[in-house]
């Protein structure tokens, strides 16, 4: 059983920055990455990264986030740069398996057939 703790949320201004970690209890060669639900939205994926460092991104935060990973410490991360009010959403660090390419849209459908965290809320206030 694969365990995902996710840090780094918070309270911030438009225009600030921050930056989510999510650190797996195991190595994983599952499609990693971050989605995001904000009360009466539809769940959205942010970003993925596979195996290999390929990534991908949503177009809302194409540009602003950048998500990485570090294999040896078994950790993900999630560079929230020029953040907007719309980024307001509690953030979820997901582990899947996926058939045809690791992908942002994914990571959001396939996240409760997965591993997910209990997530970390991001407030960005104009």
Avoid at 81 to 99: G, N
Avoid at 102 to 117: H, L, N, S, T
């Amino acid at each position: 059983q694969v365990q995902l703790v996710e840090s780094g949320g918070g309270s911030v201004q438009a225009g600030e920055s921050l930056r989510l970690t999510c650190v797996k209890s195991q190595p994983t060669l599952h499609c990693m990455g971050w989605f995001r639900q904000a009360p009466g939205k539809e769940r959205e994926g942010v970003a993925s990264i596979d195996t290999t460092g390929n990534t991908d991104y949503a177009d809302s935060v194409k540009g602003r986030f950048t998500i990485s990973r570090d294999n040896a410490k078994n950790t993900l991360f999630l560079q929230m740069d020029s953040l907007k009010p719309e980024d307001t959403a509690m953030y979820y660090c997901a582990a899947v398996s996926v058939a045809y390419g690791c992908r942002a849209p994914e990571v959001a459908r396939q996240a409760d057939f997965g591993y997910r965290g209990q997530g970390t809320q991001v407030t960005v206030s104009s």
